[in-house]
């Protein structure tokens, strides 16, 4: 299932907890973008996290860049045009901005989260 979460709220919870709840986020992220691309084989949040964490953050860079690559799956499943965001997300991340690149995966699954993983009729 995937639950719609108030990006600003993340966002400042992440600075107030000085990156705690952003781990939290990175997992649930994770799990619900697979979800959403409907692909329940892919790496967990918590081995995502790991990985991260061992490599000093740089798998962390091309988990972004991976999870650009999921939602634009998620969109064609629901019969979108992808978008390519793996790029943006890369360079927010390549940066030192993948709070960013957190916001907007947050907002694509968001869109997701409100009709049980189908998009919003505008």
């Keep these: 299932m995937i639950n719609q979460r108030n990006i600003a709220v993340s966002i400042i919870l992440t600075i107030v907890t ?4 952003g781990i939290y986020w990175l997992i ?3 799990d619900e973008t697979n979800i959403a691309a ?4 892919a790496t967990s949040g918590g081995i995502v996290f790991l990985l991260t964490l061992v490599t000093c953050g740089i798998y962390g860079i091309y988990w972004c860049y991976k999870m650009g690559q999921q ?9 979108q045009v992808p978008s390519n965001k ?14 960013i690149s957190y ?20």
């Design 103 to 122: 916001a907007l995966i947050q907002d694509e699954l968001n869109k997701y989260a409100n009709n049980n993983g189908q998009p919003q009729q505008p």
């Design 18 to 21: 000085c990156g705690i709840y």
């Design 38 to 41: 409907n692909d329940p084989n």
């Design 28 to 30: 649930v992220l994770n």
């Design 71 to 79: 939602l634009d799956k998620a969109a064609q499943i629901r019969g």
């Design 86 to 99: 793996g790029t943006i997300l890369l360079v927010l991340a390549i940066f030192g901005l993948s709070i």
